[in-house]
């Protein structure tokens, strides 16, 4: 699968990690950032990541900030996407069966290392259920709320 990732300095090193496990697990990512633990700000990488998604350029995208919420809202700016934040496999499994969600955020500070690989295999290879969650999908992608 082609996985877009991207991460602030904050999740700079659980992004490099996530990024190899996967790698050897036989996925192509896609790495949009940042490059170090030098201070970034989080949205542009939420966004770049999402646009690769949105466009289908990639299969699914993972974010990764020091607590994996504002990557994570970032991302949801781009239309199409659905980014659910996830701390453990049982909500990663639920986003993809109920709400298939093409990205997920985790925060490198609140999940370790291993927890993040097994989030991230179950994000990967859960389908979506279809059925009644159609319906609500397609409500989310089709409608705009005002204030």
Request: a negative charge; proline letters at 2%.
């Amino acid at each position: 699968m082609k996985i877009a990732m991207g991460a602030d300095h904050g999740g700079f090193r659980r992004k490099e990690a996530l990024k190899a496990y996967l790698e050897e697990k036989g996925h192509t990512v896609v790495d949009v950032g940042t490059d170090s633990t030098e201070s970034v700000d989080y949205p542009e990488f939420g966004k770049k990541a999402a646009q690769l998604v949105a466009s289908g350029e990639c299969e699914r995208g993972i974010v990764i900030c020091g607590s994996g919420i504002g990557i994570g809202i970032a991302a949801n700016k781009v239309k199409g996407i659905r980014c659910a934040m996830v701390s453990e496999p049982y909500s990663a499994a639920l986003c993809r069966r109920h709400n298939d969600a093409n990205m997920i955020s985790m925060g490198a500070r609140t999940i370790g290392g291993d927890m993040t690989k097994e989030i991230a295999d179950v994000f990967l290879e859960e389908p979506f259920e279809g059925g009644r969650h159609i319906r609500r999908v397609e409500a989310i992608e089709e409608e705009v709320w005002e204030k």
